[in-house]
Nanobody, 118 residues
Framework: QVQFVESGGGLVQPGGSLRLSCAAS????????MGWYRQAPGKQRELVAS???????NYADSVKGRFTISRDNAKNTMYLQMNSLKPEDTAVYYC????????????WGQGTQVTVSS
């Protein structure tokens, strides 16, 4: 059973940057396709970015050019570098597997809060 723990959120001004981390337990993280997701108040959870086990990346249009997803399999950790943050990026950010069989509902953790405000 894999567990994911998110960290790195906080309060930042518009235009600022944050780097989120997703630490995975176990030793099979390297084979997982992974994703960063976010849920803003009153909205559905949405996929922000994904990265395959081989390192191929995809981004939601709303964050393309501003966010960068990466992973360090030796550290069992995935990252989300967020630059040029906007108030509409305010949300709780989560990590999980992406696609079948990597995504599972019971992998959702507590998430990390990102608030973009002046």
């Amino acid at each position: 059973q894999v567990q994911f723990v998110e960290s790195g959120g906080g309060l930042v001004q518009p235009g600022g940057s944050l780097r989120l981390s997703c630490a995975a337990s176990g030793n099979i993280f390297r084979i997982y396709d992974m994703g960063w997701y976010r849920q803003a108040p009153g909205k559905q959870r949405e996929l922000v970015a994904s990265i395959t086990s081989g390192g191929s990346r995809n981004y939601a249009d709303s964050v393309k050019g501003r966010f960068t997803i990466s992973r360090d399999n030796a550290k069992n950790t995935m990252y989300l570098q967020m630059n040029s943050l906007k108030p509409e990026d305010t949300a709780v950010y989560y990590c999980n597997g992406h696609g079948s069989p990597w995504y599972r509902k019971d992998y959702w953790g507590q998430g990390t809060q990102v608030t973009v405000s002046s």
